[in-house]
Every structure is written in structure tokens, then in C-alpha cells.
């Protein structure tokens, strides 16, 4: 069978499939980010099917630390399958699949998940037994509604004043916390203490200690993210990460990912969050809805608008089939590559 593990070398014939079949380029310092870089020594974890030396198919996973239960465990986030539109009707996303699914569990992965596009996630269910365990809720907080409409009605562009009074009436008054914010420019050792101490906020989720958290939001070579952190009485309570997002009419301000020990340490995060963004069009993210974020959003004025994108799971290990219910986790957006 012409399925074999990636080899230095392949970059060239993995980035052109990449643009043959998303339409667009990804340079090569992204793709090392993505595949060489990942602090998890599992990683790069690549499958290709080849034929006469040309790939034609791609699966790959990020592999990464996670507290399953509170113990360290690992999971493979499942992301870049595409197979060369013209070589359909080979079987080769149906081989990649069970080949997936083999060398995971000679590996000792425990769980697989990811959030595919629709026609992807069938037949990722049909090949794999994966369970489509939810979509993920998207949650919104319309700062200025005036502006973000006329992006596409143009009229409404003389209304825009009314922004001014909408965001005066939405204004809540902060609350003191007694503690200090700071910017993060590198993550230390107090953030795996954090995520020690959180271990158990839910029965799955990612392990965010300084090193994942360096590599994810601090070494990208082309995003750029802000992070602030909160301390109290000398301790780490918590943290949040954001992107702002211009889009020529109007301005995305994006939680791409948060944690915190306890409700009040939530409310201080999105409350810091909301006066730093304050000049953006709308601010969102995604939290599943037993998730404790999910409940510091809604109880700070932002609305659950949508669900768009798809999380399907897949047990490997034989403890794990329970992680297949949505409510066992914690995902925030920065869980996923594409963010």
C-alpha cells in the first residue's frame, strides 16, 4: 500500500497538494511552525499515500499533552487531510482513515477529535466510527451593530452615530478585583502551575502549560496575538488571549482562548477583555455551553449566535469512549489550527 510516514523532503510536494486543494499558498515558515515545531515530541505526525513519487493524499495530526480525568494523557487533533482532486475515486482519504486509526493506536494516542467541513466530516464518521459529538456555539457581543451592518448596507453608514449611544448603554461598571493585570510576553513557570490547578475543570482538555502556550501564541511567524494575565495575592488566576482582526469595514476583536481558576478570576478576564477591545465592531468566541466560559459570557451580555463548525471525536484508547460527549471538555478556539 503506497501510505508512508512524512520525510524530510516532502515539503515541497505537501505545500503544492496544500495549494492545489484549499486554493490558496501557505508559506513554509507556517508550515514548520505547524508540523516541526510543536513542542509535544510526538510531532511532526504525518501520513502521505504516494504513487509513482507524487503525493496524492495527506493526513495529519497535532499531537498534544491533555488532562483526561486529571492525568496526562494524549490526543490528536486531526487536521490537513486532502487528497489531489485528481486522483478521486482511489480510495485514498478511505486508506489514509484506517491507516490514521492503525498507527494511532500502536502509538498510544487515547483520543482523536477534530472540526471538519461538512462533506469531510461524513466521511470521516463513515471510515473511522468517529462520533459527531456537537457543533461548536459561537457567542457574540455587538458592540457597535450600526457599523457592522453597514459593511453591507451602505446607507445605514449615516446612522453610525447611534453606535456611541448603544455602546454608552452597554457600558457595565467595573468591578475592583483587588489584583494586577499584565501583559504576557513570554509564558513562565506560573502558567503550568495554572494549568496544574485547573486539571480538573473539565474531564478533557488540552494541557496549557508554558510550553504549549509559548509555541502556540508567542512563536507563530505570522499571527499576532495579545495576552494579558491576572495575579492575586501572588498567584496566577488566570489568563486570555486575543486576536483583533481588521476586515476593511469593520473590526473583529476574537477571545482566541482563556483559563481561569474560579467564576469571579472568569468575570476579571472578560471584563480586562472588554476595556482592551473597546474600539472593536464585535467581539466573539466559542465555548461549548456547559464550559465555565460559556456562563461568564452570557452573564456579561454576549449571545449565543450560531454553531458553524462541526467537533467530531473518536475513542482509541479503551477508556475513553465517554469523551465522545461534548460536555467532557474544554475547547476554546486556539485549540484548533486554523485560529
Do not use: C
Amino acid at each position: 500500500m503506497p501510505i508512508r510516514t512524512y520525510q524530510p523532503g516532502d515539503e515541497p510536494k505537501i505545500q503544492g497538494l496544500f495549494t492545489k486543494v484549499f486554493g490558496k499558498e501557505r508559506s513554509l515558515s507556517v508550515w514548520e511552525w505547524k508540523f516541526l515545531q510543536h513542542p509535544n515530541d510526538f510531532n511532526p505526525w504525518i501520513l502521505v499515500f504516494e504513487e509513482e513519487e507524487a503525493i496524492l493524499g495527506h493526513i495529519s495530526l497535532w499531537i498534544g499533552d491533555a488532562w483526561i480525568e486529571g492525568k496526562r494523557r494524549t490526543v490528536g487533533l486531526r487536521i490537513d487531510t486532502m487528497v489531489d482532486p485528481d486522483a478521486r475515486g482511489k480510495g485514498i482519504y478511505k486508506k489514509l482513515n484506517e491507516k490514521l486509526l492503525q498507527h494511532a493506536n500502536d502509538q498510544g494516542i487515547d483520543f482523536l477529535y477534530g472540526f471538519p467541513a461538512e462533506k469531510a466530516k461524513e466521511l470521516f464518521l463513515r471510515y473511522t466510527g468517529a462520533a459527531h459529538m456537537t457543533d461548536m456555539p459561537r457567542y457574540v457581543l455587538m458592540q457597535r451593530p450600526v457599523a457592522l451592518l453597514s459593511s453591507k448596507i451602505a446607507p445605514l453608514k449615516l446612522l453610525t452615530p447611534l453606535d456611541g449611544v448603544i455602546s454608552k448603554w452597554q457600558t457595565r461598571k467595573i468591578k475592583p478585583h483587588n489584583g494586577t493585570i499584565q501583559d504576557v510576553t513570554a509564558f513562565d513557570h506560573t502558567f503550568d502551575e495554572l494549568a496544574e490547578a485547573t486539571r480538573h475543570q473539565a474531564k478533557a482538555q488540552l494541557v496549557r502549560d508554558a510550553d504549549y502556550l509559548n509555541w502556540r501564541y508567542k512563536k507563530h511567524p505570522e499571527k499576532t496575538y495579545h495576552t494579558f494575565a491576572y495575579y492575586k495575592d501572588d498567584t496566577l488566576r488566570g489568563y486570555l488571549t486575543y486576536s483583533i482582526q481588521d476586515q476593511g469595514s469593520y473590526k473583529n476583536g476574537f477571545i482566541v482562548d482563556w483559563l481561569a481558576r474560579e467564576e469571579q478570576d472568569w468575570d476579571v478576564l472578560l471584563q480586562e477583555a472588554a476595556v482592551r477591545l473597546k474600539q472593536v465592531d464585535v467581539i466573539q468566541t466559542w465555548s461549548l455551553t456547559t464550559s465555565p466560559s460559556a456562563q461568564t459570557l452570557l452573564k456579561h451580555g454576549f449571545i449565543h449566535k450560531d454553531s458553524p463548525m462541526p467537533l467530531v471525536g473518536k475513542d482509541i484508547a479503551d477508556d475513553t469512549a465517554h469523551l465522545q460527549q461534548p460536555e467532557a471538555w474544554y475547547i476554546t478556539p486556539g485549540d484548533i489550527d486554523s485560529f
